[in-house]
């Protein structure tokens, strides 16, 4: 049963234009939302989060919004720069746990 | 700062034999630790996680075992290995017992079985 789903595995965006970047989930307890960035070999890197009571957090170039009434959530990047090509993992939490349930990931290619 | 080690960054090991990976967090205390694992094209799954010295969570009923012996270490063995053991294994870290702390992750241990 995936909880955090990411239907798109691939996404190909143009530099300097925004990146959308989707995540549905299933479970209605989840109460807190991130995003994640990984290149190959590498682990992930925190990129931004959002809490259930929010529906938009901003950091810098990124932004993340959440409809709770839907259960989705997007990443979007603005502008998209070269060096943002990777794989974007969503990831939520249940409230009043520990476990971070992550989805499959989509690999985004922006192209210079 | 807190910084998060894990070793090896490679490893090939024969069907059957032991495995042991080890993860470390510095400049932290009582860090909630997780262990994860992604496979060939897939997402990352939960195997472990553990909010304290000698306490372990399992997630996925499997061949792999978890322990934490010091409170800012974090194995993750197997007694025989399999083929579908191979991955790219992440030890990640939070702050202790806070919800809603983002996980950091180290740079994982790429597993492949033969």
């Known amino acids: 049963d995936q909880q955090v789903k990411q239907n798109s595995p691939s996404l190909s965006v143009q530099e300097g234009r925004i990146s959308i970047l989707n995540c549905d989930y299933t479970?209605?307890?989840?109460?807190?939302f991130l995003w994640y960035k990984k290149y190959p070999a590498e682990g992930p890197t925190f990129l931004i989060s959002i809490s259930s009571i929010k529906d938009k957090n901003e950091d810098g170039r990124f932004t993340v919004f959440l409809n709770k009434s839907a259960k989705h959530l997007s990443l979007h990047i603005v502008p998209s720069q070269p060096g943002d090509s990777a794989v974007y993992f969503c990831?939520?939490?249940?409230?009043?746990?520990?476990?971070?349930?992550f989805g499959t990931g989509t690999r985004l290619k922006v192209l210079a | 700062s807190q910084t998060i080690h894990q070793w090896p960054a490679t490893l090939v090991q024969p069907v059957g034999s032991p495995l042991s990976l080890e993860c470390t967090v510095e400049?932290?205390?009582?860090?909630?630790l997780y262990w994860y694992r992604q496979a060939a094209g897939r997402g990352l799954q939960l195997l472990f996680y553990s909010v304290g010295i000698g306490q372990i969570s399992s997630e996925v009923p499997q061949n792999l075992s978890a322990s934490r012996p010091q409170d800012r270490q974090f194995i993750l063995s197997s007694k025989k290995l399999l083929l579908s053991d191979s991955g790219f294994y992440l030890c990640?870290?939070?702050?202790?017992?806070?919800?809603?702390?983002?996980?950091?992750f180290g740079n994982g241990t790429r597993l492949t079985v033969t």
């Open positions: 990831a939520a939490s249940e409230a009043g746990t520990y476990k971070y349930i």
């Open positions: 400049g932290t205390s009582n860090p909630n």
């Open positions: 990640a870290w939070s702050v202790g017992r806070i919800y809603n702390s983002p996980l950091h």
């Open positions: 479970n209605s307890m989840f109460d807190y």
